[in-house]
């Protein structure tokens, strides 16, 4: 098989990868670039738009930077992805109102799927995108593992998935997006959620999540922490359709969901409006600002809510009152974020950071590399290639 790096080799985004043999081509992932002066350019791959030049696309896990693309490629293109993965992804294009995508069929962990002359194996990994996979595609008895995005951090125990993944294959694809940071250690998510419980533990005002909506990890965790310091969860909307899609043990404020959570809505509708009446289905699940002003709550936020947060702090007394940040530190320089975090802290909330990364750091990339015995390694999502030279060229052959 031949592998083509059509993009995100040597960079963190935008990834598109090329399997080929003489009569198949595939894709893994599909997205696109993190920087969006770059993404106004479509790149230059022929087959993939205009005609129907691919056989499938197969999408590791939901995140722009893998998916993102999938709304352009030509339709005739049968395009794969987990099953959760879809459900979070039209929950929340209907939400924005804009047109969602269709897919071919799901990816499930150790369900082949041939296409051609190739077969492509899923198997369920962890990351900060739920239902995030691994790919392996087969042909002629040769072996390529594509990592995806993922981590060793996360619930789901790391020595489960080695245990399911194949050994001794070709090649191994793997990312490396934390090997650019200096003296990176992942913390777990169940460590995290010890610190969030102790740290909220002695704070008599409100508190403040800002947070993806769509690290389902993320709102497990914070979930738990509001639970064990007796205070009820509230999910915006946004949030609200996209846990609700999803459903089952995912912390969700459906009609047969969580008590304990609620669904609250920033902007009023007229009751015509399509977003009225998502937020209606939620009954009494539902929480009005003046309910919210008297409850004890951990609140999911966005940074595009200050509005509503601060009439929120003309009902409520916002002393002693927390801001928690968690998200990767790249994200507080860009301008909005910072205007947001300096008009929170006006209002009298204490900001704090509580975050762990949904990559892999070096030791979860060496256990991988050293489990799985690759003949040769393609870096890929990294910053830094150079490393997986220096720690593993003299018995593998890496690919750059
Ligand atoms: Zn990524
Ligand atoms: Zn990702």
């Given at each position: 098989?031949?592998?083509?790096?059509?993009?995100?080799?040597?960079?963190?985004?935008?990834?598109?990868?090329?399997?080929?043999?003489?009569?198949?081509?595939?894709?893994?992932d599909?997205?696109?670039?993190?920087?969006?002066?770059?993404?106004?350019?479509?790149?230059?791959?022929?087959?993939?738009?205009?005609?129907?030049?691919?056989?499938?696309?197969?999408?590791?896990?939901y995140?722009?930077?893998?998916?993102?693309?999938?709304?352009?490629?030509?339709?005739?293109?049968?395009?794969?992805?987990?099953?959760?993965?879809?459900?979070?992804?039209?929950?929340?294009?209907?939400?924005?109102?804009?047109?969602?995508?269709?897919?071919?069929?799901?990816?499930?962990?150790?369900?082949?799927?041939?296409?051609?002359?190739?077969?492509?194996?899923?198997?369920?990994?962890?990351?900060?995108?739920?239902?995030?996979?691994?790919?392996?595609?087969e042909?002629?008895?040769?072996?390529?593992?594509?990592?995806?995005?993922?981590?060793?951090?996360?619930?789901?125990?790391?020595?489960?998935?080695?245990?399911?993944?194949?050994?001794?294959?070709d090649?191994?694809?793997?990312?490396?997006?934390?090997?650019?940071?200096?003296d990176?250690?992942?913390?777990?998510?169940k460590?995290?959620?010890?610190?969030?419980?102790?740290?909220?533990?002695?704070?008599?005002?409100?508190i403040?999540?800002?947070?993806?909506?769509?690290?389902?990890?993320?709102?497990?965790?914070?979930?738990?922490?509001?639970?064990?310091?007796?205070?009820?969860?509230?999910?915006?909307?946004?949030?609200?359709?996209?846990?609700?899609?999803?459903?089952?043990?995912?912390?969700?404020?459906?009609?047969?969901?969580?008590?304990?959570?609620?669904?609250?809505?920033?902007?009023?509708?007229?009751?015509?409006?399509?977003?009225?009446?998502?937020?209606?289905?939620?009954?009494?699940?539902?929480i009005s600002?003046?309910q919210?002003?008297?409850?004890?709550?951990?609140?999911?936020i966005?940074?595009?809510?200050?509005?509503?947060?601060?009439?929120?702090?003309?009902?409520?007394?916002?002393?002693?009152?927390?801001?928690?940040?968690?998200?990767?530190?790249?994200?507080?320089?860009?301008?909005?974020?910072?205007?947001?975090?300096?008009?929170?802290?006006?209002?009298?909330?204490?900001?704090?950071?509580?975050?762990?990364?949904?990559?892999?750091?070096?030791?979860?990339?060496?256990?991988?590399?050293?489990?799985?015995?690759p003949?040769?390694?393609?870096?890929?999502?990294?910053?830094?290639?150079?490393?997986?030279?220096?720690?593993?060229?003299?018995?593998?052959?890496?690919?750059?």
């Amino acid at each position: 098989m031949k592998i083509i790096i059509h993009r995100g080799q040597n960079q963190i985004g935008g990834s598109i990868i090329e399997i080929a043999t003489d009569t198949t081509r595939i894709l893994f992932d599909i997205g696109i670039e993190l920087d969006d002066e770059k993404n106004r350019v479509r790149p230059n791959i022929e087959g993939l738009f205009d005609i129907k030049g691919f056989d499938a696309v197969f999408v590791s896990h939901y995140h722009s930077d893998h998916l993102g693309l999938a709304y352009e490629i030509n339709k005739q293109i049968p395009l794969y992805m987990g099953e959760a993965s879809y459900k979070i992804i039209h929950a929340s294009d209907i939400y924005k109102g804009s047109r969602t995508l269709n897919v071919a069929g799901y990816l499930k962990h150790k369900t082949p799927i041939l296409v051609g002359d190739i077969t492509v194996n899923p198997f369920l990994c962890d990351h900060s995108a739920f239902d995030s996979y691994m790919l392996l595609a087969e042909s002629q008895g040769e072996r390529i593992l594509y990592t995806g995005d993922f981590r060793s951090n996360g619930r789901k125990p790391f020595d489960w998935l080695l245990g399911q993944l194949p050994t001794n294959v070709d090649t191994l694809i793997s990312e490396g997006t934390t090997l650019s940071r200096v003296d990176f250690v992942s913390e777990s998510e169940k460590e995290l959620e010890e610190r969030v419980v102790e740290a909220i533990k002695n704070v008599s005002g409100p508190i403040f999540v800002l947070q993806s909506s769509m690290n389902i990890d993320r709102i497990v965790t914070m979930y738990r922490a509001a639970k064990r310091s007796d205070r009820i969860f509230l999910e915006d909307l946004y949030m609200s359709e996209i846990t609700t899609a999803i459903g089952g043990s995912i912390p969700n404020p459906s009609v047969k969901g969580f008590d304990d959570v609620r669904c609250f809505l920033t902007t009023g509708y007229k009751m015509e409006h399509f977003r009225y009446q998502l937020f209606d289905k939620y009954q009494a699940k539902k929480i009005s600002k003046t309910q919210i002003s008297k409850s004890s709550f951990v609140m999911c936020i966005r940074s595009s809510m200050f509005r509503y947060i601060k009439l929120l702090s003309e009902k409520m007394s916002f002393t002693d009152g927390l801001l928690i940040y968690s998200f990767w530190s790249g994200y507080r320089k860009q301008s909005e974020m910072t205007s947001f975090l300096e008009e929170c802290g006006q209002l009298g909330l204490k900001i704090i950071t509580m975050h762990t990364s949904g990559h892999a750091d070096k030791e979860t990339l060496i256990r991988l590399i050293e489990w799985i015995k690759p003949k040769a390694i393609v870096p890929v999502h990294t910053e830094n290639a150079e490393w997986f030279s220096e720690v593993f060229g003299k018995e593998i052959k890496i690919i750059r």
